[in-house]
C-alpha cells in the first residue's frame, strides 16, 4: 500500500497507469502482484484473487463508447450501481494514495485490524524530513479528516464488493476478510509507519 511498495498506493498507481493504457478514466487494480503475502492460506487467495477481478469491472465501468471494425458505434453494456461504486472508491483510493503515505510517515494514521486506517494525533516529528514538514503545514485538520475518512469509505466499499463478487463469500465473512485485507497491509507498511499486530497493540515497523 508499497498493498505493494505500501499495497494500496502502489495498487492505486499501477491501476491509473492501466487505466490511461487502456484511454479510460479512473483506476483499475490490474493483476496485483501478492506474492509479498507468506503463507498465504485458502481464504488468503480468495480474497485477494476476487480483489484482482475487480479490475475487469472497473474497467468496463470506465469503457466509453467505440467504434466497431465496420464502422458502427457501440455503446458500452450499462453497469451496477455497485460496480459504479467500486470503480468510484478505486478512484477516490488513488487519488489520495500520496497524501496517504505521507500521513503514514508522519504517524498520523496507522493500519488497523480491521482494514482501514486509524488516526492519531497530528504532532510533527522533529526528525521528520523536510518535505513531510511543509507537507504537514499545509496539511489542515479539515482536509486531514476528509482524507481518512473517504479512503476508509472506500476500503469498506471494497472489502463488501469482495464478498458481493465471490459466491462462495457471505456477510458473516466479511470479518475475516477485513483479517486478510489488515494483513496484507500491515506487512506492506514502511518501515517507521504503525501498524496494528494481530494481539491488538500498536507498534512501529
Known amino acids: 500500500m508499497s498493498i505493494i511498495h505500501r499495497q494500496w498506493s502502489v495498487l492505486a498507481r ?12 479512473g483506476c483499475t487494480l490490474a493483476k496485483v502482484d501478492v506474492n509479498v503475502v507468506s ?32 464502422g458502427k458505434v457501440e ?3 450499462k453497469h451496477s450501481p455497485e460496480q459504479q461504486e467500486a470503480a468510484q472508491a478505486l478512484e477516490n483510493i488513488a487519488f489520495h494514495a500520496d497524501d496517504v503515505e505521507a500521513l503514514k510517515r508522519l504517524g498520523w494514521v496507522g493500519e488497523n485490524l480491521e482494514g482501514t486506517l486509524t488516526s492519531f494525533s497530528r504532532e510533527v516529528p ?5 518535505d513531510l514538514k511543509t507537507f504537514a503545514g499545509r496539511f489542515g485538520e479539515g482536509e486531514f479528516r476528509q482524507v481518512v475518512n473517504e479512503v476508509n469509505r472506500s476500503r469498506e466499499i471494497l472489502m463488501l464488493r469482495v464478498v458481493q463478487t465471490n459466491e462462495n463469500f ?16 500491515r506487512q506492506n507498511s514502511a518501515p517507521g509507519t504503525k501498524v496494528q499486530e494481530d494481539d491488538g497493540k500498536w507498534v512501529t515497523r
Open 39 to 70: 503463507e498465504r492460506t485458502s481464504l488468503e487467495n480468495q480474497v485477494l484473487g476476487t480483489y484482482n477481478a475487480l479490475s475487469e469491472d472497473v474497467l468496463l465501468v470506465a469503457s466509453v463508447r467505440g467504434v466497431s471494425p465496420t
Open 75 to 77: 455503446t458500452p453494456p
Open 170 to 185: 457471505t456477510a458473516k465473512d466479511l470479518p475475516a476478510i477485513r483479517r486478510v485485507f489488515a494483513r496484507v497491509n
Open 126 to 130: 522533529e526528525k521528520a524530513p523536510a
Open 14 to 25: 499501477v491501476s491509473v497507469a492501466a487505466l490511461l493504457l487502456a484511454g479510460s478514466y
